[in-house]
């Protein structure tokens, strides 16, 4: 059995690693404790900042942005080459931190940091592909162009699941594309946040770059409130529940500022007869039981063929039975604890409702250490088999729960897969080229991510990342997310020394 570290123990590596990476600890402290979920105890405890110190950030970074906004791309990419060196450097540190605040297992937050560096080479490289497009004219002697310009500063508003990741996908594209970031990270995990901006600050004092582009403010919800009601954030990238979004996309629209939304996600797995099935079980366990099955990518239904969804519970179950769930600092564990108390009533009412819904309990829902750390709160991963896609089915819990549900033909499986209000990841697990692509097409998954023979989960930065319907539309990371970072301006050159009108139009004067 897993033991679970001391309070002490904890807290002196959270120190540790938090100095390593550059944080005035001194200077951040104050009378808001930060609870490890590990062990359920006081990590430290931080000074929580106001709505107008909120404000006064975004003041200084608009000062960076008129700066900022004329150096070269490719030089403001060096930046951010910086910064991926010394998260490389300090890879472990931060990794320390996400695993102490959140509970992620050691690999998953070694996984988070990696996603950071590799972001940060994308950016590198975009520095240099900030691309525009020459238009045919329909004039003679003019020329049509457009320009990518910098848009603002840019708001990062994250959650606990990704403490850092999320913030490094806008802030090393927001920064390349020449704007200034403002981030009110989760309150759950201050020191996470302020171990990557103090890499961020030192690689700023390093190259040399406006000391006010990055600025962090730890608070609750009216720090974010600020932002999202200031009309200096040109852009407010959000990541958070529907509900969090549904309050902040019609505020930002109102100030016509722009929004970039993350919300939830409810991911189906389809597996079909032809599936390979020990594949899919290790896709499927790895998607939903991993970080205790609070990614918003992670897996929640598996859609099943009724001719394989025997067999492939047996398998699944029988992995969820061996899972090691403990101590995330420990190596070999594999599933951590639930960030909270509430989390863990989530869980515990989604599956009284789902019992009530018709749902039976293949394997897990049990608490476990509780009476080692009765704060802290591991669960087993749970499996629910479900007749139909009920209410609570088609609602995100934020906890490993995985429903599975059975299907006949493809286009009910393709319905089930989006017949639920959420609309971010989805796979399908199968040998059928037919299916795949059916799958994958217009009339396939309506998701933003749709994936063959892998899970809904862990998905690569290259990609645009985001979802349709109640996930929110944004899309940030790699492909060209960039675009939502800056402003195009589209421009007319005339170089013939006449001035005909476009249209044909006469105005002879
Ligand atoms: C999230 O859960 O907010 O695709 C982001 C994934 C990770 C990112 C998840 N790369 O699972």
Same mark, same amino acid.
């Given at each position: 059995?897993?033991?679970?570290?001391?309070?002490?123990?904890?807290?002196? *590596?959270?120190? #540790?690693?938090?100095?390593?990476? =550059? !944080?005035?600890?001194?200077? /951040? &402290?104050?009378?808001? +404790? @930060?609870?490890?979920?590990?062990?359920?105890?006081?990590?430290?405890?931080?000074?929580?900042?106001?709505?107008?110190?909120?404000?006064?950030?975004?003041?200084?970074?608009?000062?960076?942005?008129?700066?900022?906004?004329?150096?070269?791309?490719?030089?403001?990419?060096?930046?951010?080459?910086?910064?991926?060196?010394?998260?490389?450097?300090?890879?472990?540190?931060?990794?320390?931190?996400?695993?102490?605040?959140?509970?992620?297992?050691?690999?998953?937050?070694?996984?988070?940091?990696?996603?950071?560096?590799?972001?940060?080479?994308?950016?590198?490289?975009?520095?240099?592909?900030?691309?525009?497009?020459?238009?045919?004219?329909?004039?003679?002697?003019? *020329?049509?162009? #457009?320009?990518?310009?910098?848009? =603002? !500063?840019?708001?990062?508003? /994250? &959650?606990?699941?990704? +403490? @850092?990741?999320?913030?490094?996908?806008?802030?090393?594209?927001?920064?390349?594309?020449?704007?200034?970031?403002?981030?009110?990270?989760?309150?759950?995990?201050?020191?996470?946040?302020?171990?990557?901006?103090?890499?961020?600050?030192?690689?700023?004092?390093?190259?040399?770059?406006?000391?006010?582009?990055?600025?962090?403010?730890?608070?609750?919800?009216?720090?974010?409130?600020?932002?999202?009601?200031?009309?200096?954030?040109?852009?407010?990238?959000?990541?958070?529940?529907?509900?969090?979004?549904?309050?902040?996309?019609?505020?930002?629209?109102?100030?016509?500022?722009?929004?970039?939304?993350?919300?939830?996600?409810?991911?189906?797995?389809?597996?079909?007869?032809?599936?390979?099935?020990?594949?899919?079980?290790?896709?499927?366990?790895?998607?939903? &039981?991993?970080?205790?099955?609070?990614?918003?990518?992670?897996?929640?239904?598996?859609?099943?063929?009724?001719?394989?969804?025997?067999?492939?519970?047996?398998?699944?179950?029988?992995?969820?039975?061996?899972?090691?769930?403990?101590?995330?600092?420990?190596?070999?564990?594999?599933?951590?604890?639930?960030?909270?108390?509430?989390?863990?009533?989530?869980?515990?009412?989604?599956?009284?409702?789902?019992?009530?819904?018709?749902?039976?309990?293949?394997?897990?829902?049990?608490?476990?250490?509780?009476?080692?750390?009765?704060?802290?709160?591991?669960?087993?991963?749970?499996?629910?088999?479900?007749?139909?896609?009920?209410?609570?089915?088609?609602?995100?819990?934020?906890?490993?729960?995985?429903?599975?549900?059975?299907?006949?033909?493809?286009?009910?499986?393709?319905?089930?897969?989006?017949?639920?209000?959420?609309?971010?990841?989805?796979?399908?697990?199968?040998?059928?080229?037919?299916?795949?692509?059916?799958?994958?097409?217009?009339?396939?998954?309506?998701?933003?991510?749709?994936?063959?023979?892998?899970?809904?989960?862990?998905?690569?930065?290259?990609?645009?990342?985001?979802?349709?319907?109640?996930?929110?539309?944004?899309?940030?990371?790699?492909?060209?997310?960039?675009?939502?970072?800056?402003?195009?301006?589209?421009?007319?050159?005339?170089?013939?020394?006449?001035?005909?009108?476009?249209?044909?139009?006469?105005?002879?004067?």
């Amino acid at each position: 059995m897993t033991s679970l570290p001391t309070a002490e123990d904890l807290s002196r *590596r959270a120190r #540790e690693a938090a100095e390593r990476c =550059g !944080v005035d600890l001194a200077a /951040s &402290a104050g009378d808001r +404790p @930060v609870t490890s979920p590990v062990n359920g105890e006081v990590l430290i405890s931080v000074r929580w900042q106001s709505r107008s110190d909120a404000d006064a950030a975004v003041r200084k970074a608009t000062e960076a942005f008129g700066e900022w906004r004329t150096v070269p791309a490719p030089v403001r990419g060096a930046l951010v080459r910086r910064l991926g060196e010394l998260l490389r450097e300090h890879k472990e540190d931060l990794a320390t931190l996400v695993s102490l605040e959140v509970g992620k297992i050691t690999s998953e937050a070694l996984g988070e940091v990696q996603e950071m560096i590799d972001i940060c080479e994308f950016a590198v490289g975009l520095s240099r592909q900030l691309y525009g497009r020459t238009i045919a004219s329909e004039r003679p002697g003019h *020329r049509l162009s #457009e320009s990518y310009h910098p848009l =603002g !500063v840019v708001g990062v508003i /994250s &959650a606990f699941n990704f +403490p @850092v990741a999320v913030w490094s996908w806008n802030t090393a594209i927001a920064l390349v594309c020449g704007d200034p970031v403002v981030w009110k990270p989760s309150e759950l995990a201050p020191l996470s946040a302020l171990a990557s901006a103090a890499l961020l600050d030192r690689a700023i004092a390093e190259t040399g770059a406006p000391a006010n582009l990055s600025q962090v403010v730890i608070g609750g919800a009216d720090v974010g409130e600020a932002l999202v009601g200031n009309r200096g954030i040109a852009l407010l990238s959000a990541t958070g529940s529907t509900r969090m979004g549904r309050a902040v996309g019609p505020r930002v629209a109102d100030r016509f500022g722009r929004s970039l939304l993350e919300l939830g996600g409810n991911n189906a797995a389809v597996v079909t007869p032809s599936a390979d099935l020990d594949l899919a079980t290790r896709g499927i366990v790895f998607s939903a &039981a991993g970080t205790a099955g609070q990614r918003c990518t992670t897996l929640r239904r598996v859609i099943a063929h009724e001719s394989v969804i025997a067999s492939l519970l047996d398998r699944v179950a029988s992995a969820y039975r061996s899972l090691p769930i403990g101590s995330p600092l420990d190596a070999g564990t594999l599933v951590g604890p639930l960030i909270s108390d509430s989390a863990y009533k989530s869980m515990q009412d989604a599956l009284l409702a789902a019992r009530q819904q018709g749902g039976e309990i293949i394997a897990g829902g049990s608490r476990r250490l509780a009476e080692a750390a009765p704060g802290a709160f591991y669960v087993e991963p749970a499996i629910v088999r479900m007749t139909e896609q009920t209410d609570i089915v088609r609602q995100e819990t934020f906890a490993p729960i995985l429903f599975v549900l059975p299907y006949s033909t493809i286009d009910q499986a393709i319905a089930l897969n989006n017949d639920v209000p959420q609309g971010l990841s989805s796979s399908i697990f199968t040998s059928d080229l037919g299916e795949a692509e059916r799958f994958l097409g217009p009339d396939g998954s309506d998701c933003g991510i749709a994936n063959v023979n892998i899970g809904t989960s862990g998905a690569e930065i290259g990609g645009a990342f985001g979802g349709e319907k109640e996930t929110g539309g944004g899309r940030e990371s790699g492909s060209d997310a960039w675009r939502a970072y800056m402003r195009r301006a589209t421009n007319t050159i005339n170089f013939s020394g006449a001035l005909p009108l476009a249209q044909g139009v006469k105005f002879d004067i």
